[in-house]
């Protein structure tokens, strides 16, 4: 009923760019929260970036500079802008919100992930 899509991913170059795009769908109430999250071969999920419903941002040290985090609110979707990609930016992107949604009984309450985009960036 509620879900999150991925989109953008792909083969980049070193020092390429390319834009991830997420959009919840469903019948949404609010969405809080919405972030990137990557994991690379072999290593653990890490946060890359995310924005508050009041805009605020916070984006991993490896990204600042590189990564922009922003959202359209009328279309309900977080992108994820990429630029000077590295080999080592290389990974599964998943997007993440906490979404109230509406539900029979009233109100849900849910943290979402998307199913995840591939990321590869060649040298």
């Known amino acids: 009923q509620v879900q999150l899509v991925e989109s953008g991913g792909g083969l980049v170059q070193a020092g390429g760019s390319r834009r991830l795009s997420c959009a919840a769908s469903?019948?949404?109430?609010?969405?809080?929260?919405m972030g990137w999250y990557r994991q690379a071969p072999g290593k653990e999920r890490e946060l890359v970036a995310l924005?508050?419903?009041?805009?605020?941002?916070n984006y991993a040290d490896s990204v600042k500079g590189r990564f922009t985090i922003s959202t359209d609110s009328a279309k309900k979707t977080v992108y994820l802008q990429m630029n000077s990609l590295k080999p080592e930016d290389t990974g599964v992107y998943y997007c993440n919100a906490y979404i109230v949604y509406y539900a029979t009984s009233g109100l849900g309450r849910r943290d979402c992930w998307g199913q995840g985009t591939q990321v590869t960036v060649s040298s």
């Open positions: 924005i508050t419903s009041g805009g605020s941002t």
């Open positions: 469903g019948s949404i109430f609010s969405i809080n929260n």
